[in-house]
């Protein structure tokens, strides 16, 4: 049971699709890549259980590569420890639960699935609940796709195209200073804005583009 337990973890990383890309390199740069690729994929998993048995799933990834890295001269248990080192380095760069919102400003350019934004992890995600309530999954469903974190007098981030037929979006706008925000559903061309107690946050010219191309108008929240 456990064994399938780890294999599904391991497919759900997509780690030997990595490795199989061995083939394609020289044996250093083959090393290299395979570090990297692996200890931001364990990153990218930021919950607390999971990082719990990280390098549990490495031991195993390293297990069913020998097969791979073997006839190359590579050897799979050095690799894993590189890759235990460097995750725990690039752990340091994302969020952390009871941080400082202004260290969200540094993250400007960057996705919110690279720095855990939208995550348990994540300093915001308590208001984010918070505001959202019974809608929250709804969000979060909107923003599996987003765009990176832009400023413009506040951080927002806009949600998932819309495709086809579907007028659905969302937003989110983040007053880092004030430790505020306001989030944004679109759905069926219905817009709903759940917001932080207080003076509502300027609305970036992305974000009001957004609704009016979309929008039926707007029920606040």
Same mark, same amino acid.
């Given at each position: 049971?456990?064994?399938?337990?780890?294999?599904?973890? #391991?497919?759900?990383?997509?780690?030997?699709?990595?490795?199989?890309?061995? %083939?394609?390199?020289?044996?250093?740069?083959?090393?290299? $890549?395979?570090?990297?690729?692996?200890?931001?994929?364990? #990153?990218?998993?930021?919950?607390?259980?999971?990082?719990?048995?990280?390098? %549990?799933?490495?031991?195993? #990834?390293?297990?069913?590569?020998? $097969? #791979?890295?073997?006839?190359?001269?590579?050897?799979?248990?050095?690799?894993?420890?590189?890759?235990?080192?460097?995750?725990?380095?690039?752990?340091?760069?994302?969020?952390?639960? +009871?941080?400082?919102?202004? $260290?969200?400003?540094?993250?400007?350019?960057? !996705?919110?699935?690279?720095?855990?934004?939208?995550? =348990?992890?994540?300093?915001?995600?308590?208001?984010?609940?918070?505001?959202? %309530?019974?809608? !929250? +999954?709804?969000?979060?469903?909107?923003?599996?796709?987003?765009?990176?974190?832009? !400023?413009?007098?506040?951080?927002?981030?806009?949600?998932?195209?819309?495709?086809?037929?579907?007028?659905?979006?969302?937003?989110?706008?983040?007053?880092?200073? +004030?430790?505020?925000?306001?989030?944004?559903?679109?759905? +069926?061309?219905?817009?709903?804005? !759940?917001?932080?107690? %207080? =003076?509502?946050?300027?609305?970036?010219?992305?974000?009001?583009?957004?609704? =009016?191309?979309?929008?039926?108008?707007?029920?606040?929240?």
């Amino acid at each position: 049971m456990m064994n399938a337990v780890k294999a599904q973890t #391991v497919k759900r990383w997509t780690v030997l699709p990595a490795l199989l890309l061995v %083939g394609l390199l020289s044996a250093c740069d083959q090393a290299s $890549q395979l570090t990297q690729q692996v200890a931001s994929s364990v #990153v990218g998993i930021v919950g607390e259980e999971v990082k719990k048995q990280t390098d %549990g799933v490495i031991d195993q #990834v390293a297990s069913e590569a020998n $097969q #791979v890295l073997q006839p190359l001269g590579l050897n799979a248990s050095h690799i894993a420890s590189a890759v235990k080192a460097q995750t725990a380095q690039l752990a340091q760069q994302v969020l952390k639960v +009871n941080g400082d919102w202004a $260290q969200l400003t540094q993250y400007k350019g960057k !996705f919110p699935q690279d720095i855990g934004l939208l995550t =348990e992890v994540s300093p915001i995600m308590p208001e984010l609940k918070q505001i959202l %309530g019974d809608d !929250f +999954n709804a969000f979060m469903k909107h923003m599996s796709a987003p765009s990176t974190l832009q !400023f413009d007098r506040v951080l927002y981030v806009l949600g998932n195209k819309p495709q086809a037929g579907k007028q659905d979006s969302a937003w989110l706008l983040i007053d880092a200073e +004030n430790r505020k925000l306001e989030a944004g559903l679109i759905q +069926n061309g219905e817009v709903k804005v !759940f917001s932080s107690k %207080g =003076e509502a946050l300027y609305r970036p010219a992305e974000v009001t583009q957004l609704i =009016e191309k979309l929008s039926k108008g707007i029920a606040a929240k």
